[in-house]
């Protein structure tokens, strides 16, 4: 069973044998609106907790995604980039945006889970 972890700036974190599955939170695309534009990363990129992995765009606004842990972009969602509106109608589901091989799991410590994200966000 995957666990599921989150991140403050609204990430959140689907992990199974040491691959995370990366999205945006629920929270997160309702607070940005009607995605416009979903720009992943390349497959084999390296990302360090705390890199801006993504960019949405909305009707209201872009905003970087950030890379929740260490590791390495094994695949990503095309179907966010041809329709990013995916993102807003499943973004815990389809709409995931990409996958990571992690480089050290010790990080997911760092992260909250659903009770703790859900008193940041009120």
């Known amino acids: 069973m995957a666990a599921t972890y989150f991140t403050e700036d609204h990430e959140w974190v689907r992990v199974e044998d040491g691959i995370a599955t990366v999205g945006i939170t629920d929270h997160a695309q309702d607070q940005l609106g009607d995605l416009v534009f979903v720009q992943l990363p ?27 842990l260490d590791g390495e972009v094994i695949e990503v969602n095309e179907a966010t ?38 008193a940041i966000i009120g």
């Open 81 to 118: 980039a041809s329709d990013p509106a995916l993102v807003n109608s499943s973004a815990t589901g389809d709409g995931w945006l990409w996958k990571m091989k992690l480089s050290d799991t010790n990080q997911l410590t760092g992260l909250l889970d659903e009770a703790g994200y859900k």
């Open 42 to 68: 390349d497959v084999g990129q390296s990302l360090s907790k705390g890199d801006a992995a993504v960019v949405v765009e909305s009707v209201k606004a872009a905003s970087d995604v950030y890379a929740p």
